[in-house]
């Protein structure tokens, strides 16, 4: 295990609403991405938070949205779902923001019906 | 712009037998790592290894092993001695600022 969990590990949603996805990180590490893996497909990076600020974002729409909390754990928030939202939502932490050693959970899947 | 390929989409052998998966990336930058995990059916990626652009040497780590080659930009994953264990899904990926993943090869090892 790799001491990053995440939470709810199912999930399912309603075109149109919203959703919080949740993830704690490994002890002493102050930086955490998020990256949304559609089936089939390699993990693509939505955005990473570090110190609880953001700290680089890949190409998702504003609708995507986090937080980081003073304890590093993170939320990954989106609105307006879509059905293309649908994928298993994966959080890694890592000691820096070169996350070269970034850990794993083991994933939220968000069914958006 | 980085990207990373692994044209194999899926991969069947039987037990025992040698396999190799490939990964081709492309960047730009001159300093990258380059990584491979494991994802079982779980979903988790499980770390397998990490080589920095200026390490070439080729790594042996119990039956797994890895073939990196800056002049044809690859980092090939071979697994000696297949077990039913090591189904599941692999990926290649590139990190430059943030990490790139190819869209991964199913193994599935056969009893």
């Known amino acids: 295990e790799t001491g990053v969990t995440q939470s709810p590990t199912h999930l399912i949603k309603t075109r149109g609403q919203q959703v919080t996805l949740r993830c704690s990180s490994q002890?002493?590490?102050?930086?955490v991405s998020w990256y949304q893996q559609a089936l089939g497909q390699g993990p693509q990076f939505i955005f990473q938070?570090?110190?609880?600020?953001?700290?680089g974002r890949g190409n998702f729409p504003p609708r995507f949205s986090g937080l980081q909390f003073p304890n590093y754990s993170s939320e990954l928030n989106v609105n307006a779902l879509e059905l293309d939202d649908s994928a298993l939502y994966l959080c890694?932490?890592?000691?820096?923001?070169?996350?070269?050693?970034?850990?794993f959970g083991q994933g939220t899947r968000l069914t958006v019906v | 712009a980085q990207k990373v390929t692994q044209a194999q989409t899926e991969i069947s052998v039987v037990e025992k037998e040698d396999v190799t998966l490939d990964c081709v990336y492309e960047?730009?930058?001159?300093?990258?790592?380059l990584f491979w995990y494991k994802q079982p059916p779980s979903g988790e990626l499980v770390f397998l290894i990490r080589?920095?652009?200026?390490?070439?040497q080729n790594e042996i780590s119990g039956r797994y092993s890895w073939n990196f080659q800056k002049s044809t930009s690859s980092f090939n994953f071979t697994i000696t001695a297949s077990q039913v264990v090591d189904s599941a899904v692999y990926f290649c990926?590139?990190?430059?600022?943030?990490?790139?993943f190819g869209t991964g090869t199913r193994l599935t090892v056969i009893p």
């Open positions: 890694a932490s890592s000691k820096g923001v070169m996350n070269t050693e970034a850990f």
């Open positions: 002890s002493g590490h102050n930086t």
């Open positions: 938070y570090y110190r609880e600020e953001e700290n």
């Open positions: 960047t730009r930058d001159t300093t990258y790592y």
């Open positions: 080589r920095n652009s200026f390490d070439e």
């Open positions: 990926a590139l990190w430059a600022n943030n990490l790139f």
